[in-house]
């Protein structure tokens, strides 16, 4: 079973994705995550740590932990992911060192440069870049940019056509929880085996809450 099977196959079972750790911006430890999925009857866990070129952490030490909660929590499958934001040239925000040590890959847009051809064009490149195809790589919170523009009802043709496109190059699309995107008229026509339910949590008690258990 190669990577993409083994992915497809987690989205079957019970799972979390999209959370972000003390390492960041989150609040909670990898272990502290762990022992919440696994007494809460999950079966796997997805981690998408912020990264960038520069890292403000030590991503190894990261690493290790994702290690000692795999040791400890043998029953559950553990992922090691990373969220990186997408550059208007169309590359990601991402250290090649860290390439060999993670799984998967998510595709991210907060801010951007006002330039909506700029936009789509960026994400067309990152979709079919050869660069991050040996991972899994999924496109979180799609749309977030153009809903914090307020441009979001303008632009839905835009985001329909770039789910589409990254769908023709095999990538999962979230549906996010947290901010409710993609919009349910784009994310109706988006293929089952091809949507992962995500998070964007950044704390236990946020996972908890999102998925309605606290």
Request: glycine fraction near 6%; charge should be neutral.
């Amino acid at each position: 079973m190669n990577l993409s099977e083994k992915f497809e196959n987690l989205l079957k079972g019970k799972y979390i994705f999209h959370l972000h750790t003390n390492y960041t911006d989150g609040l909670n430890s990898v272990e502290e995550y762990c022992s919440w999925v696994s007494e809460n009857g999950y079966n796997a866990i997805v981690f998408t740590e912020h990264v960038r070129k520069n890292l403000s952490y030590d991503f190894y030490s990261f690493l290790s932990d994702i290690k000692n909660a795999r040791q400890k929590f043998a029953n559950m499958d553990i992922w090691i992911g990373v969220e990186a934001k997408i550059l208007p040239n169309g590359d990601l925000d991402i250290p090649n060192k860290i390439l060999p040590e993670i799984q998967v890959i998510c595709f991210a847009c907060h801010s951007f440069p006002k330039d909506i051809d700029l936009y789509e064009k960026s994400f067309k490149t990152v979709f079919s870049d050869n660069r991050w195809k040996n991972h899994i790589r999924v496109w979180v919170h799609p749309g977030h940019f153009l809903k914090r523009l307020g441009v979001m009802d303008d632009y839905l043709h835009l985001l329909s056509r770039l789910v589409s496109c990254a769908v023709r190059e095999d990538v999962f699309i979230e549906h996010n929880l947290k901010y409710e995107l993609p919009p349910m008229s784009i994310m109706k026509n988006i293929p089952g085996s091809k949507l992962v339910r995500g998070l964007d949590a950044h704390s236990v008690e946020s996972m908890a809450k999102l998925v309605g258990g606290g």
